[in-house]
Every structure is written in structure tokens, then in C-alpha cells.
């Protein structure tokens, strides 16, 4: 019996070893796909035809001499900043979500892969059962031929005389053991092996790998969004802040032509009127810092809910104004064919495509036969004891096929369908390339336009505080009336509140730039999210 087993042993084993080098993957190949992007950024390339006959130049130039600094938020050379960020990587709830994506994904390759090993079970039985073989016996005339044994000149009884009823009895009490219920015990191993021939389940693996791919991308685009809120959020911030402080300076001034005008009033050199004037433009400069306390109330209580906190965990940390944090003098951008490395969306959509590249491998292996190895052994007895004998063994093993032969155009359609889903998934990985070199342009443009228009801001204020001063020394000196002193006071109130928007704005312009350039996924920031 052990003989047999070994041999059986090697007969499968032979027949597994053929039947993997004769398997084949049926369906195309994934090739990743060409971004097909341009030499150069376009807004780049136009501004520097401008600046050739333009000598005013922004403080802050994109480069491409260099990729961009994966953790760009170092740029800003804020340490409060990088603070934020780096507690928001550990504790953004959204975040964590997209790390446990990953897991989930993870776990898909691993169960779809197991369709591709053997499949082995362990059985165990107990049965007690009546056969219903008196009732069979009956039918045949089994028990008349048996009585017959026992009746005079009986070939047994011809044989040996006399034996004849003994012999009867014996043979109605044999078929009555028959008849009795009995139990019967069984164990034994169940096995079935997919031998895969033609690359099903490992077109499966391959889709599903590369949808754990699109999951670490989209945990990637996750980050860089997560990054930048926190970043665009604190600037926001600083810029309430900083708004406050210049409305405040903006008060203390005005409060001091209050002042004056009262005393020229007192003197007869202004009148009630322009007391009431004076005072009432106080009051609607007042007015505005609960709006920046409103927005900088919010900003706190944003990027508390960013990095995991409850609202008001940050206040003791940020209520203290500071500046606006400023870009650096050059922005590396790197060049547009490097782009589709950087950016998850592209990343992502590259690995949906191979997805959907290896279900077409999946829809064409269905047309093919399955071919599987099934097996069982074990030990059968109507007693317990009985088991361990190798008298009760039994065992069978071969080979199944299973050839689809009508299938009412299900699988053709299933075939045509996953290659519309790969041409869409195509498609998709075109209109990621190009949004994010749009993207990209804009954020150039737009960077490169607020700067300017916060630098002609900056001259507008410079250029209004003059004229204030000018306006307020000659009303001192009775030269002007009152209502150019409130003119111009409230021409530079407009005109440094609106530098200071700008310049918030042009820190922010920066942190899209960043974000649509694709940095902050890069080097340890991903090797340090793990599931909670």
C-alpha cells in the first residue's frame, strides 16, 4: 500500500511539473504608456520672450535647472510650518483611511492569488444509517433462495445431508446484518489543484496588483492634498493675522486724526462735520477686525481638524501673529517629462490602465479550458478503532477539464467589454497627463501675475502713504480742507490692506505651484504612515 502511495506521489508530481512548463499567459502584455510632453513649460517660455523687453523681473523665479524639492514646504524656512505638516502626516484621519485602502488591496492579491495554489481540506464524518438492503433483497429473491436451502432435497442437502437448514440459517442471519443500521466513520484529505494553463488566475494576480499600485498613488495624491491644505490653511492664517495688525495700526492712526480734527474744531479751524466724518471712518475700520479674529479663529481650528486635533488645540500655539511666510528667490520646476513620475494622478491612472490590461488577459483565458487536479484519501470503517487500519483506506485522483462550449455570447461580451474598459482606462491616462500639465501652466501664470500685482500693490502703498502725509501736514497747516485728509487716509487703509491680501496670496499661488508640480510623496514622507 505505501508503494502504491509513493507512486501515486509521483504520477502527480509528474504531472504538475508538465502541466506548469507547458502554461502559457494568454492576453497582451502591459507597455507602459508615453506621457508625450512638451520640451518646456509654455508660461515659461513665454515670459522669458517678455522679460527681454521688460527690466522688471519678479522675486521669485521658477527654474528648470533642477526637479523640484520633494519637501518643498521647507522652502518657506518656517518651522512652525513644517511642524504642522509633519503632525498632520501622523494624525489626518482621511489619511489613515487611504493608508487602510492600501491593506484592503493587499489582501485582494492575496486571496486572488491563492485561486492559483492547491486547495487541500481536512474531513472528518460520522454517519448513522440504515441502507434500506432488505428492501433490495426482498425485490430480488434473495431471501426465497435462501429459505429454499433449508427445504428437503435442497442442493445442500444433497451434498450433505442434514446441513441444509443450518446452512439456511446461516445465510438469513448474515443477509439480517446486512439489513441493520449501522455507523460508519470516515477521515480523510480533500484536494484540487487549478493548474492555470493558459494564465487566468495570474492575469487576475496582475490586475489586482496593479490596483494596489492605484491605492499607494491615490495615498500619495492624498498626502500632497493634505500638505498643501495645511499650507494654503497657515498662510491663511498669518494673513488674518497680519491683516489684523495693519487694520490695528490702521485704527491707532486714524484715531489720531480724530484727535486733531477735535482740536481744530475746538479752535474753529475744522468743523462738527469733519469731526463726524473723521470718527465714523474710525468706526468702519474698527469694524473689520472681527472679521480677520473671525478668519483666524477658523484657520486654527482647520488645521487643529487637519493634524487630528479637536478645535481650539492649537490657539496657545498660533494666536501669536506672525509674518507671512515668503517664497524663496528660485522655484526648481524641473522639465515637463518628468511630470507624469511626480504626479500620483498619473501614476494612478498608469496603474488602472494595467489593471485593465491584464482583466482583457483575464476575458480572453475564460475561452480556454480549465484544467484541475482534484484528489482524495482517507481511512472509512463502521468502527472508530477500525480508522487506523490500512485495510480501510481508499483514495481517488485525476484529472478535470472544464471547456466552455455555449455560453449565449457572455464571454464575448465580457471580452469586448474589458477592452472598452481599456481603451477608457487609456483615454484616462491621457486626460491626467494633460490636466496635469495644464495645471501646472496655470499655476506658473498665476504665480507669476499675483507677484506682479502684488509688487504694483506694494508701489501703489508706498505712493498712498506719501500722499496721506502730505494731505494730513498740510490740513495741519490749513493748506487743505478735511476731505482730502479722509480721501487719502482711506486710499492707503485700501491700498495696504489689498498689498497685504496679495502678498497672502502670492505665498498661496506658491503652495499650488508645489502641489500641481507633485512633491511631498517622495524619499521617507510615506515610509512613516503605517495603519492605526
Avoid at 66 to 86: C, G, H
Avoid at 146 to 165: F, H, K, T, Y
Amino acid at each position: 500500500m505505501r508503494a502504491r502511495l509513493h507512486g501515486l506521489a509521483r504520477w502527480i508530481a509528474a504531472c504538475c511539473i508538465v502541466a506548469l512548463a507547458s502554461g502559457c499567459t494568454v492576453g497582451p502584455d502591459f507597455k507602459p504608456p508615453s506621457a508625450d510632453a512638451p520640451a518646456t513649460w509654455h508660461d515659461m517660455q513665454r515670459t522669458a520672450t517678455q522679460q527681454m523687453n521688460d527690466s522688471h523681473a519678479p522675486a521669485s523665479v521658477p527654474t528648470i535647472d533642477s526637479d523640484p524639492d520633494p519637501r518643498w514646504w521647507r522652502s518657506f524656512d518656517d518651522p512652525t510650518l513644517e511642524s504642522l505638516i509633519a503632525r498632520a502626516v501622523q494624525g489626518n484621519l482621511e489619511l489613515q483611511q487611504a493608508v487602510w485602502r492600501i491593506v484592503e488591496a493587499r489582501t485582494q492579491v492575496q486571496g486572488t492569488a491563492a485561486q492559483g495554489l492547491p486547495n487541500i481540506s481536512a474531513t472528518a464524518s460520522y454517519k448513522r444509517e440504515q441502507l434500506g438492503a432488505k428492501g433490495l433483497f426482498e425485490s430480488q429473491g434473495i431471501y426465497d433462495d435462501v429459505n429454499r436451502l433449508g427445504e428437503p432435497n435442497s442442493p445442500i442437502d444433497q451434498i450433505a445431508p442434514g446441513a441444509g437448514p443450518k446452512v439456511q440459517q446461516a445465510a438469513t442471519n448474515a443477509l439480517n446484518r446486512f439489513t441493520e443500521p449501522i455507523n460508519l466513520w470516515q477521515v480523510g484529505f480533500d484536494a484540487s489543484w487549478e493548474l492555470d494553463l493558459f494564465g487566468r488566475v495570474r492575469r487576475s494576480v496582475e490586475s489586482a496588483t496593479a490596483q494596489v499600485k492605484g491605492a499607494e498613488e491615490s495615498r500619495n495624491d492624498a498626502l500632497i492634498s493634505l500638505e498643501a491644505e495645511v499650507a494654503q490653511t497657515y498662510i491663511q492664517l498669518r494673513g488674518a493675522q497680519a491683516l489684523h495688525t495693519l487694520t490695528s495700526s490702521l485704527v491707532d492712526e486714524q484715531s489720531t486724526i480724530v484727535d486733531l480734527t477735535r482740536s481744530q474744531a475746538r479752535v474753529g479751524l475744522a468743523s462738527e462735520l469733519d469731526v463726524k466724518s473723521a470718527s465714523a471712518q474710525l468706526a468702519q475700520t474698527r469694524a473689520l477686525l472681527p472679521q480677520y479674529d473671525q478668519q483666524a479663529e477658523q484657520a486654527m481650528n482647520g488645521l487643529a481638524y487637519l493634524i487630528g486635533e479637536t478645535p481650539g488645540a492649537l490657539d496657545a500655539e498660533l494666536a501669536a501673529p506672525s509674518a507671512i511666510p515668503p517664497g524663496p528667490p528660485t522655484i526648481p520646476v524641473g522639465v515637463p517629462s518628468t511630470l507624469a513620475r511626480r504626479r500620483p494622478d498619473i501614476r494612478r491612472a498608469e496603474a488602472s490602465l494595467h489593471a485593465a490590461t491584464a482583466n482583457v488577459g483575464v476575458a480572453v483565458a475564460q475561452f480556454f479550458p480549465d484544467i484541475s487536479l482534484t484528489g482524495q484519501i482517507g481511512t472509512r470503517a463502521t468502527n472508530a478503532r477500525d480508522l487506523a487500519r490500512w485495510s480501510h483506506l481508499f483514495w481517488s485522483v485525476g484529472p478535470a477539464i472544464s471547456l466552455p462550449v455555449f455560453q449565449g455570447g457572455a464571454l464575448v461580451s465580457n471580452l469586448h467589454l474589458s477592452k472598452a474598459e481599456q481603451q477608457v482606462a487609456a483615454l484616462d491616462y491621457r486626460k491626467a497627463v494633460l490636466g496635469a500639465l495644464r495645471d501646472v501652466d496655470n499655476a506658473l501664470t498665476v504665480y507669476r501675475t499675483d507677484q506682479s500685482h502684488r509688487d504694483a500693490l506694494a508701489d501703489e502703498a508706498a505712493a498712498q502713504q506719501s500722499a496721506f502725509d502730505l494731505a494730513r501736514d498740510s490740513y495741519r497747516k490749513g493748506l487743505v480742507s478735511f476731505i482730502n485728509v479722509l480721501d487719502a487716509e482711506r486710499q492707503l487703509s485700501q491700498a495696504r490692506q489689498q498689498h497685504a491680501q496679495a502678498t497672502m496670496q502670492v505665498s498661496t499661488d506658491l503652495v499650488a505651484l508645489y502641489k500641481a508640480l507633485g512633491g511631498g510623496w517622495q524619499e521617507d514622507a510615506v515610509r512613516d504612515l503605517q495603519p492605526r
